[in-house]
């Protein structure tokens, strides 16, 4: 389902980061333009079958969000490849794709359409997007009125609709109230029930051991440690003394 | 699959032979005709007095294809002159009398310009020497002269009396070219219409491989993406207005009230000399500020969706294209004031009005171009949006939209054969005012423009865009 092959990625880092046509041109004429390489995976090598939930572990700054990157196409690989069969849909940050001066309704369609969803597809299941948001007569009004939480309710039921080939978890786990987070977590656990892969970040070791089939450690930009999610959790507990 | 192949390539001709047939029945003589105006000098002084006896012959070489008429300014010190003023146009090279007619001088007016429209025109000259001679059969003080100036071209004499003069006569020469496009049409059209058949079957032949033509790989990203091209360009467009009273009346308002404003302003310096000044403003203003605002608005378009282009992929064009589309929106309904003063103005509507949604497909594809490369720019560097600022307002006033182009200097001509707007909107004006098509080189010069600038864009786009992610 995705086939990670050797992949690498570098950065080159301009040392300070130039934001403006006169800093570029006075750096450049300064001869202070140095470019440093910096690695952010290096090597990176696995194989994730269809329907496992994978979780990846890691530091901050380990490389966990731009290997989801790579995985989702965004970002291009300076080595190596990366082949997935199937749909992606990741879900977005809270509002990201979201258009806060349109209706419920218009977005819905918006981020839908953003995600990859076709019209027919989105009509026949717009009802049950907004079941299941539970936002009711407030999906005619523009959701710049509404609160973060059911901002969030309307993006998680945007995202998870679909039953995805492939679902893209960036730590978005925590939404709503406890009602709506049970409720989001039991259709997680449906969707990985049905058959998609899960790809999942999270710092919150606590859900990663919940959900996860497996778990891949990033250390220092390379895949520290690859398998069960008890045996892996656990190292990776004890080096963080909990 | 055979029957639906078959109906697209008849339905691909069949639409270039519908083109082609409209084209021709607007544009008969302006296809064929390119009008060609040679001034030979700035009138400086006057000669001698014309009296019995004195010949004046100004040789010069044609430039045009045909020669209708030929102008000049005489002057009569101001008095009551009589005698009749003979004229010829003659071939130098093998001494044949072109043309030939006189003039009553006690019928002028002091400094009139005369047009000397020659009975039959003059055809077949083109590069060939010709002689402008005149004599007079007036008394000594009741006479009237020409107006000269100085020569600078090699080929122009002037000879007074078998005397040679330094300078040159103030002639103006009108006539036009035959244009190599309206002469040989159907072998153009046909040759299209081959050129298109071709790369069809190309395409076909292609795909049956396995491969993508450009067009192909085009059809199929319209196909795959038009859902998402809908709902990003009908966001744009329903929230440009939301929280205004007036809502999308604002894109008929806002032309006509800058109209009004431009119109008081500046129809005492420049009303004489143009036609129908409200309307010459208007199509200007609407077609320029729909350049400014598309390219405005795109330049940020891949910037303004960072949160999406790191996390979705999408081909990043998509925001950048339909940016420019539903700025679009506006550009049409703003053609329904265009009308409505076109209407009240009194210009007649004629076929040629067929001919504007050219101008507007050619200036949407010069915006596109210049989005690409300027939302391609602005991720790298954030000044550039500052910068386009200025651009955009010294372009404003290099494009003649509230001044008549005849009042930049002829040094400083090049500014507007190099600058795309200027085509596109004297395009749109000769088709609306004049009501006639313009000639085959404004076609071509929109043309050009459009698919330079789309290419140029689609490169640096392409180039750049793996980059983007890193810097937004």
């Not at chain 1, 696995?46 to 572990?57: D, L, N, P, R």
């Not at chain 2, 070219?177 to 079957?201: A, C, K």
């Not at chain 2, 403003?281 to 605002?293: A, Q």
Request: hydrophobic share 45%; aromatic share 12%; glycine share 6%.
């Amino acid at each position: 389902m995705i086939d990670v092959e050797h992949v690498s990625m570098n950065f080159r880092m301009v040392n300070d980061r130039i934001n403006s046509l006169k800093e570029y041109v006075i750096k450049l004429f300064q001869h202070q333009l140095q470019y440093e390489e910096f690695q952010v995976l290096d090597d990176i090598t696995f194989h994730v079958s269809k329907g496992e939930v994978v979780g990846i572990i890691g530091k901050n700054g380990a490389g966990k969000s731009t290997l989801l990157k790579i995985i989702s196409g965004v970002l291009k690989p300076s080595k190596g490849t990366v082949i997935t069969g199937g749909n992606i849909v990741p879900m977005l940050e809270l509002g990201s794709g979201f258009d806060y001066e349109l209706t419920g309704r218009e977005n819905i369609y918006l981020n839908g359409a953003i995600l990859g969803y076709s019209k027919e597809f989105l009509s026949s299941k717009y009802d049950e997007i907004v079941e299941f948001s539970e936002l009711g007569q407030f999906i005619d009004m523009p959701i710049r009125n509404y609160s973060s939480g059911m901002l969030m309710r309307l993006a998680f039921s945007v995202a998870t609709v679909v039953e995805p080939e492939i679902l893209i978890v960036d730590e978005i786990l925590a939404v709503g109230d406890e009602g709506f987070q049970n409720k989001s977590k039991s259709r997680m656990m449906e969707l990985m029930g049905e058959g998609t892969t899960v790809l999942f970040v999270s710092h919150g070791i606590e859900q990663i051991e919940e959900m996860c089939d497996r778990v891949i450690w990033l250390d220092n930009h390379k895949i520290k440690m690859d398998g069960e999610t008890k045996e892996v959790c656990e190292a990776y507990k004890k080096i963080w003394n909990m | 699959m055979r029957f639906k192949m078959i109906k697209k390539y008849v339905i691909g001709i069949g639409s270039i032979l519908v083109m082609a047939l409209i084209l021709r029945f607007i544009g008969r003589d302006q296809l064929r005709n390119i009008p060609h105006t040679d001034v030979f000098t700035q009138n400086k002084a006057a000669l001698s007095e014309m009296t019995a006896g004195t010949l004046v012959e100004q040789s010069f070489i044609c430039h045009m294809d045909v020669l209708e008429s030929v102008s000049f300014t005489l002057g009569t010190y101001a008095r009551s002159n009589s005698g009749i003023l003979r004229m010829k146009l003659v071939d130098e090279q093998d001494n044949t009398v072109l043309a030939s007619g006189e003039i009553d001088v006690s019928q002028l007016v002091d400094n009139e310009i005369r047009i000397w429209t020659f009975s039959e025109q003059v055809k077949g000259k083109k590069n060939r020497k010709l002689g402008f001679i005149a004599e007079a059969n007036s008394e000594p003080g009741s006479g009237v002269s020409f107006y000269y100036g100085d020569s600078d071209k090699n080929d122009m004499v002037l000879v007074i009396n078998d005397t040679k003069f330094q300078g040159c006569l103030g002639l103006t020469l009108e006539g036009y070219d035959v244009s190599l496009f309206g002469l040989y049409y159907w072998q153009w059209i046909i040759s299209i219409i081959i050129l298109s058949v071709v790369y069809m079957l190309w395409s076909d032949y292609q795909s049956a491989r396995g491969k993508l033509t450009t067009a192909t790989l085009m059809v199929a990203i319209w196909k795959k993406y038009k859902f998402l091209i809908f709902q990003l360009v009908s966001r744009d467009f329903k929230t440009k207005y939301k929280r205004s009273v007036l809502g999308y009346l604002w894109s008929f308002l806002n032309p006509l009230l800058t109209m009004m404003v431009q119109y008081i302003v500046f129809s005492t310096l420049f009303k004489t000399d143009i036609k129908n000044y409200p309307v010459y403003l208007l199509t200007g203003i609407i077609l320029f500020s729909f350049f400014s605002e598309a390219v405005g608005q795109g330049l940020a378009a891949i910037v303004a969706n960072a949160s999406l282009i790191t996390k979705v992929y999408v081909p990043k064009y998509i925001y950048p294209i339909t940016k420019v589309m539903s700025v679009s929106i506006n550009l049409f309904i703003s053609i329904i004031p265009l009308m409505i003063v076109v209407f009240i103005t009194g210009v007649k509507f004629t076929l040629a009005m067929l001919l504007l949604p050219f101008a507007l497909v050619c200036l949407l594809l010069f915006c596109e171009g210049m989005v690409l490369i300027l939302c391609s720019a602005m991720v790298f560097f954030r000044d550039t949006q500052y910068l386009w600022g200025i651009v955009s307002m010294v372009w404003m006033y290099a494009t003649p939209l509230f001044y008549p182009e005849t009042i930049i200097p002829s040094n400083f001509r090049w500014i507007q054969t190099c600058n795309p707007l200027y085509h596109m909107i004297k395009f749109a004006r000769t088709i609306i005012i004049e009501g006639v098509s313009p000639s085959p080189s404004s076609y071509f010069a929109c043309l050009f423009s459009a698919v330079v600038s789309c290419a140029i864009g689609a490169i640096i786009f392409k180039r750049s865009q793996n980059k983007f992610v890193l810097y937004i």
